[in-house]
């Protein structure tokens, strides 16, 4: 695994359930993220259009720089084009996140997302209502798949400008967003400050807005370092703030805005890991796959940040 056995960062292992004690900020965890990696890939023998054991799989492998099995990006290659002939080129009538994870991966292992099948993808970008259809999901992944490598948009009704604009007219007063409710959730918010990453620095309204998110996300967060989503704690949520915050030269672990008296959000994810490259949803519980999943995006992105590599969802370098 390319680099990541040389990351240098605090987490302690321990078993589901079992509370850790406040730790430093300067442990090796070196053991558990290749542990991860290697688990996650043998899970998924055979990627194709899923969210489980499947497209963030193949993400995260391919953004970390994973040994994987031979032909096991072609194996995905191949199962996203006969779900495509099969279902005549549609991969959802009304969730375009959809191709947003597909374009994603497809972008992550070199692949061109404008021929898959006789498909071109990138089409299913030029319809406004259609994209953002999910609500605010629908512009941060549809913002996260182009801004991977720079896609330009076939012609229609969608630009970038109008997705950017989506999310900053859904702020919440103070700062954050959410699906739906009275106030931000922290996975939305995360979330959010992911799509706008490339723009934070350049456009002053989403500069400002991604500052007023990390405020709110600092100031909701819990005093062992995690958070509550939907008035519950589970370990994805945290995963998401890891992924956000690195994407705007945020370290968790030297930033106080992020350490509290009890803990760190890098001592609370390993609350959550169960061993052998497995982590759970929420404690107490058995693997969940997009759990280990999405914490192996976090190592991976706190790994990039480290080295000076960019943010998770910028794939120009991969490879």
Known sequence: MKKLLALVIIFVLVFSGCKAEK???????????????????????????????????????????????????????ENLC????????????????????????????????????????LESYTDYDFVTHQGIPGSIFALLSLDSVG??????????????QHLLDEEYEGGGWALMGEKPDVDMT???????????????????????????????????????????ENVQTAAQVVIALSSIGIDIRTDERFIKEEGWI???????????????????????AMASDQCMQAFVAMELLENGEGRFYDFNDIG
Request: charged share 20%; net charge negative; with cysteine.
């Open 82 to 121: 006969n779900t495509l002939t099969e279902n005549d080129g549609v991969l959802s009538g009304t969730k375009h996140g959809s191709y947003s994870r597909a374009v994603l991966t497809l972008a992550a292992i070199g692949k061109d997302p404008t021929d898959v099948a006789g498909y071109n993808l």
């Open 151 to 164: 896609y330009e948009i076939p012609e229609g009704n969608v630009s970038r400008e109008k997705l950017i």
């Open 266 to 288: 890098g001592s609370y994810i390993m609350q959550y890991y169960l061993g052998g490259g497995a982590f759970c949803h929420t404690l107490g519980t058995q693997e969940n």
């Open 190 to 232: 995360a979330q959010a400050i992911q799509a706008l990453a490339p723009y934070y620095g350049e456009n002053e309204e989403v500069t400002a807005a991604i500052e007023r998110a990390v405020a709110h996300l600092s100031e909701v967060q819990k005093p062992d370092g995690g958070f509550y989503a939907w008035e519950s």
């Open 23 to 77: 730790i430093g900020t300067d442990y090796d965890f070196s053991e558990v993220a290749a542990d991860t990696m290697a688990h996650i890939i043998e899970e998924a023998p055979n990627p194709g259009h899923n969210h489980i054991n499947g497209e963030w799989t193949v993400i995260v492998a391919a953004r970390g720089g994973a040994e994987i099995p031979e032909g096991w990006f072609d194996t995905y290659y």
